[in-house]
Every structure is written in structure tokens, then in C-alpha cells.
């Protein structure tokens, strides 16, 4: 039986750089993305930070580049608008290739999921 490509969807709901987490998740989907597997990104809570342009980290693996290379692989990837407004956070600040959405655009990533991954 051949290999089925999965569609994951991964919502990011901490900050990029308060846990590991977020990192973890964009080398994951950087992997299942080089495997051909399709990749939804969700933004969500302090995550919409992971997708803020212009990060320079000076300790920690910059989660800004990994979010451009797993966009620049084909990766869907949509910031919470509701998140973004709470937290002052405008679309033009946002990695290009990110676009904002709403609730219902997370139930469409996940609607069309066969892996849901949230943390």
C-alpha cells in the first residue's frame, strides 16, 4: 500500500520565545513539509508573535526565519484577527505569505485536517 500525504493543521498559541514549543512545531512542519505532506498553520493567542517580521533574537533560534522557510516550502498560514486587534498587532506586521482570518478560518484548516495539532 503506497504512502497517503497527510494534511496537518497546527494551531501556535504560545509566544515564540516563552517556550520551546512554537520552534518545535515549525521544524515539524518544515519536515512534513519536505515529505510532501500539506501544512496549515493557525496563529492563535500570543502565537500571532511567532509570525511578527523583523525578529532578531540574540539567545534563541529565530522562529521568524523558520516561519518564512516553511511558508516559502507551501505552507497555508493565517493569524488569528481577533489576536492580533487584543494585542496591537497589524497585518502589515505580519511575515508576508501570513494572512489574517477569523474563527472560521480555522475550522476550514481543520475541517480539511487529517491531523490536528494544537499547542
Known sequence: ?????K???IAIGDG????ERPYTLLRF??????EEHKVNI????DGI?????????STY???GKWMTDVISEGANVKACGVCMKARGLSEDELIKGIQKTSMHGFVEMC????NIIFS
Open 16 to 19: 515564540g520565545y516563552t517556550r
Open 1 to 5: 500500500m503506497a504512502d497517503k500525504k
Open 7 to 9: 494534511i496537518f493543521t
Open 61 to 63: 533560534d529565530n522562529v
Open 29 to 34: 512542519a518544515y519536515t512534513a513539509l519536505l
Open 42 to 45: 493557525f496563529l492563535v493567542e
Open 111 to 114: 475541517a480539511e485536517a487529517d
Open 49 to 57: 508573535f511567532v509570525g511578527k517580521k523583523n525578529q532578531e533574537p
